[in-house]
């Protein structure tokens, strides 16, 4: 009878302990996404297949289109991009999607791999943008639109990768356990707002700048907006952390014939050697340094960021 009530009673410890736990994740979604229009500019929807895809598009006259791509993370979204769209606006008709599990577009729960991404912005082109585009692809989406050039070479012309990520394969420590335990609903939602509280980001954000004046207030908190606003917000993290986003592209690049430029920033210690093993692959990639920047040289030198896409898309 004692070993009956001490189970019991454990149990009932940890029924209260999950309620609790409960309780704190509700809290967090609600102050997280008191403000849910993470993107204050009007969106347009694009139906995709797998949920609807929210785009700002500045057009206007008979321009070449141009498509931006954000960066393939929980925190990022198009918001980020729009200082940079609106200037080059001036000389070419700009989309900038939110792509899925970002922003405001929808937040499946599902496995996001790198063969979605690629498929999306093949699609984006096609059904929205007329005729062949430019493109600017900033960190992890650098992949996806090389595949994508592989996928449908005719949509596309020009590409500008801003801040790449390599293309070796570099496996997060403990990712099969973290999976495991986020796939948990009370517990991994629990841990996911742990890794994902405003303070972590901001953390993050500091190491991705040159100077961390660069990161105001009102950015991290549209960052962390981001991170929890939306159906699942965990499952895009899940599957980064597990590498299904990583894709082996050097094939694809290496058989590209497209005109591919590398913009990186002058602090970025991994720049060069990435630079070099796209240009290793594929010796047709040119390069060239942002001066006072890091990895995000959209927000730490802007002016000089578009001066060198209008230099390389003419």
């Known amino acids: 009878m004692k070993l009956k009530y001490k ?3 454990l149990l009932t410890l940890f029924s209260g302990s999950l309620g609790i736990i409960h309780l704190i994740n509700k809290f967090i979604s609600i102050k997280a996404t008191h403000n849910s229009k993470s993107n204050s500019e009007e969106q347009n929807i694009y139906k995709w297949n797998l949920g609807d895809i929210n785009y700002n598009s500045f057009t206007s006259g008979n321009k070449k289109p141009l498509l931006i791509l954000h960066d393939i993370s929980v925190y990022s979204n198009s918001s980020e ?3 940079i769209a609106k200037r080059l606006s001036k000389k070419h008709s700009v989309y900038v999607p939110d792509l899925i599990g970002c922003g405001n577009s929808s937040k499946p729960d599902t496995s996001y791999t790198s063969y979605i991404y690629t498929q999306l912005i093949s699609d984006f082109t096609k059904d929205i943008i007329s005729g062949s585009c430019d493109v600017i692809a900033y960190g992890k989406s650098a992949e996806s639109i090389i595949e994508a050039l ?11 990768l801003v801040s790449p990520t390599s293309l070796e394969q570099k496996p997060y420590k403990l990712s099969k356990l ?11 939602t629990f841990i996911y707002n742990l890794i994902m509280s405003k303070n972590n980001i901001h953390n993050n954000f500091t190491k991705k700048v040159s100077h961390k004046y660069f990161i105001s207030d009102k950015l ?22 597990s590498n299904y986003i990583k894709n082996d592209s050097k094939k694809s ?16 210690k991994e720049g060069p050697f990435i630079k070099d093993m796209y240009n290793y692959i594929n010796r047709n990639v040119e390069s060239c340094v942002i001066n006072r920047a890091k990895l995000m040289p959209h927000i730490e030198n802007p002016k000089e960021l578009v001066d060198l896409i209008e230099t390389y898309l003419i």
């Open 7 to 9: 189970l019991i009673s």
């Open 81 to 83: 991009w729009l200082g």
């Open 150 to 160: 592989a996928l449908n070479p005719d949509k596309f012309d020009k590409v500008i």
């Open 178 to 188: 973290l999976h495991f335990i986020l796939n948990t609903p009370i517990i991994g």
């Open 220 to 241: 991290i908190e549209l960052y962390y907006n981001n991170a929890h606003i939306g159906k699942s917000p965990k499952s895009l993290y899940k599957s980064i952390i």
């Open 253 to 268: 690049l290496s058989n590209s014939n497209h005109s591919i430029t590398i913009l990186y920033g002058s602090e970025d």
